[in-house]
């Protein structure tokens, strides 16, 4: 079946520093990604909806100069961390619809900024 | 807002006995519910769903029904098995409104399932 990877699962970092997180979908094609985080013991909340060859449309609330996404080809979005925090320390989940519109996630990202 | 709100975890039984997990959503609205499941290591895996009020979604010996009445959509299962051990996230979306894939979510709750 239909398989989303993501890349690091965990990551830790000194506050200042970039982390760059990977998302692809490995035997399908997605137009369309969606970037989650979850904060300890609150809810996934969708941040960003990553679009190919187009910018990524950011939830109310979300920094789009701190949250870089890019969505170069059909089969890869990226999400970068810029300058690190300790308040940027979550976990962090990509999803991507099949031509079916059925959804696949990543396993996730545990980021701690230091 | 919309929201959905699951019981806290973790939520520990011995195998073979009932499980519920608690599910209650805000929505202006009619969404769609669905129930994802996280194995450790994996991604999110959608486990059931239902569209519309009084389905029932049943997926592995999981069941839950959509009550528009009390709100609610409440996971079941008659007995666990230790594989059963994971997240459960309780989700809403309003499908067919070009938002697939922007999915509400609880904060989850960790299962474990104990021999």
């Known amino acids: 079946g239909a398989v989303v990877s993501q890349h690091p699962s965990r990551v830790i970092c000194k506050s200042g520093t970039s982390v760059k997180i990977e998302c692809r979908s490995l035997?399908?094609?997605?137009?369309?990604m969606f970037w989650y985080r979850q904060f300890p013991k609150q809810s996934l909340m969708l941040m960003a909806t990553?679009?190919?060859?187009?910018?990524?449309?950011?939830e109310q609330g979300v920094e789009k100069d701190k949250f870089l996404i890019n969505h170069a080809s059909l089969t890869l979005s990226t999400l970068t961390v810029t300058s690190a925090h300790p308040e940027d320390s979550s976990f962090y989940i990509c999803?991507?619809?099949?031509?079916?519109?059925?959804?696949?996630f990543g396993s996730g990202t545990q980021l701690s900024v230091l | 807002g919309d929201s959905v709100t699951q019981m806290e975890g973790p939520v520990t039984l011995s195998e073979e006995a009932f499980l519920t997990i608690n599910c209650t959503y805000t929505?202006?609205?009619?969404?769609?519910l669905f129930w994802y499941v996280q194995y450790p290591g994996e991604g999110l895996q959608l486990l059931l769903k239902?569209?519309?009020?009084?389905d029932k979604g049943s997926n592995k010996g999981f069941e839950a029904t959509y009550r528009k009445e009390t709100t609610s959509f409440h996971l079941e299962k008659g007995s666990v098995q230790v594989s059963d051990s994971a997240v459960y996230f309780c989700?809403?979306?309003?499908?067919?409104?070009?938002?697939?894939?922007?999915?509400?979510f609880g904060q989850g709750t960790t299962l474990q399932v104990k021999p």
């Open positions: 999803s991507a619809p099949d031509q079916n519109e059925k959804l696949f």
């Open positions: 035997d399908f094609q997605a137009t369309t």
């Open positions: 990553s679009n190919e060859g187009s910018k990524a449309t950011y």
């Open positions: 929505a202006t609205g009619y969404p769609s």
């Open positions: 239902a569209t519309k009020a009084d």
């Open positions: 989700a809403l979306s309003f499908l067919g409104s070009s938002n697939t894939g922007k999915l509400i």
